[in-house]
Structures are given as structure tokens and as C-alpha cells.
């Protein structure tokens, strides 16, 4: 199975200032029809996950656009470029290219 | 708008099966493969397997094969996980998804 590694597990960020989380996996998500299948998710307390990322770095609908992701191959990164009060949650990078899909441990963010 | 939509909570003997419900409305029911994914109290989120809703192909994760079993009714745009021999470490939130929408999650208790 892949394993998801991502870093750090907690965060804690003043609101206006960057904050970014590492996904690495343990082999590649490039897939041959050219597509990296890496999403990410957050979960706001008590909610569902809901989908930010897909495919390391399209936003998906609805998505504030502080939001972003990067990376190729094994290595990813989600950012958010200011952090609001509505980004506490717990993230997690999701990969969907191999079966078993796996997610990371998951990162939580909370707000100085 | 697309919504997955779950049953109930259950409480269930260990020992016991549990079939959990997820109705697809908004999209094509037959165009996206339905994943369950599902989460212990306080921790990560753990897939449990995925289905073709196209076809009835299935990929259930290694530590559950041979207890759980997941079907779709596409005459209806449902989707059913059973796990079966139920433990008390299977007590967990239970979640139906596509890539981009997740239903609201089943709590599933197991207790004596």
C-alpha cells in the first residue's frame, strides 16, 4: 500500500499568516494518462471532509483561491496564503491512483 | 446540487452486520465510483473500499476482506456497505463518497 506522510501534524497560525502542509508518498501518483491523482481535504469540527485540491493543484468549486497546492511525483504541498478563523479543521492529502487509496495522518490547524 | 445522503445511526452486538445506505441525487449516479471511508472516534480516516457505479466492480481494502461487502442499486441511485462480525473496534463514523462530495456520515456503535 502507499503511504502518506504528511508533516507537520499540527499547526498553529495567527490569522492573516501563512501557513502550508507537506504530503509526501511512498511511490509515485503520476498516473499514464498524465494526470497526478493527489487531492486534499479538510474537516471542519463535526463535519464531513470537504475537497479543496484535485489533482495536486486545481481548486475545486467554490474554493477561496488563498487555498493552493503544488507538487509532482511524490512530494505535495497545500498552502493557504492568510489564514481565516473558518480554516480550523483537520487536512488530509488523499491519494487516488493506486488501490488501496490512502490518506495522510491528517494535519489539524488551530488559530492563534 | 450533488448530495449523498447516509442512514441512520446504528447500535449493534458485536457479532452482529450492519448495512449502512447512501442515495446519490444531483449527477449521474452510474458516473462516478462510490468510496467508504470510515473513522474511529479521534482518528484519521481509513478506506474501506470502493465500487463501480457503472458496472458493480469492487476493491475492498485487505483487512476487510471476507466481512464487508458493498453493492449499488442504480434503478434507485443507491449505494450499501455491510460489514458483517462486527468488533468493537469497528465503531466508527462511516462515510460514503465520490472524489468531490461526501455524505454526512453513519455512526455505527458496537457494544455489548
Known amino acids: 500500500d502507499i503511504v502518506m506522510t504528511q508533516t507537520p501534524l499540527s499547526l498553529s497560525v495567527t490569522p492573516g499568516q501563512p501557513a502550508s502542509i507537506s504530503c509526501k508518498s511512498s511511490q509515485s501518483l503520476l498516473h499514464s494518462d498524465g494526470k497526478t491523482y493527489l487531492y486534499w481535504y479538510l474537516q471542519k469540527p463535526g463535519q464531513s471532509p470537504q475537497l479543496l485540491i484535485y489533482?495536486?493543484?486545481s481548486r475545486f468549486s467554490g474554493v477561496p483561491d488563498r487555498f493552493s497546492g503544488s507538487g509532482s511525483g511524490t512530494d505535495f504541498t497545500l498552502k493557504i496564503s492568510r489564514v481565516e478563523a473558518e480554516d480550523v479543521g483537520v487536512y488530509y492529502c488523499m491519494q487516488g491512483i493506486h488501490l488501496p487509496h490512502t490518506f495522510g495522518q491528517g494535519t489539524k490547524l488551530e488559530i492563534k | 446540487q450533488v448530495q449523498l445522503v447516509q442512514s441512520g445511526a446504528e447500535v449493534k452486538k458485536p457479532g452482529a452486520s450492519v448495512k449502512v445506505s447512501c442515495k446519490a441525487s444531483?449527477?449521474?449516479?452510474?458516473?462516478?465510483?462510490i468510496s467508504w471511508v470510515r473513522q474511529a472516534p479521534g482518528q484519521g480516516l481509513e478506506w474501506m473500499g470502493w465500487i463501480s457505479a457503472y458496472n458493480g466492480n469492487t476493491n475492498y481494502a485487505q483487512k476487510l476482506q471476507g466481512r464487508v461487502t458493498m453493492t449499488t442499486d442504480t434503478s434507485t441511485s443507491t449505494a450499501y456497505m455491510e460489514l458483517r462480525s462486527l468488533r468493537s473496534d469497528d465503531t466508527a463514523v462511516y462515510y460514503c463518497a465520490i472524489v468531490f462530495s461526501w455524505g454526512q456520515g453513519t455512526l455505527v456503535t458496537v457494544s455489548s
Open positions: 444531483g449527477y449521474t449516479f452510474t458516473s462516478y465510483g
Open positions: 489533482e495536486v493543484s
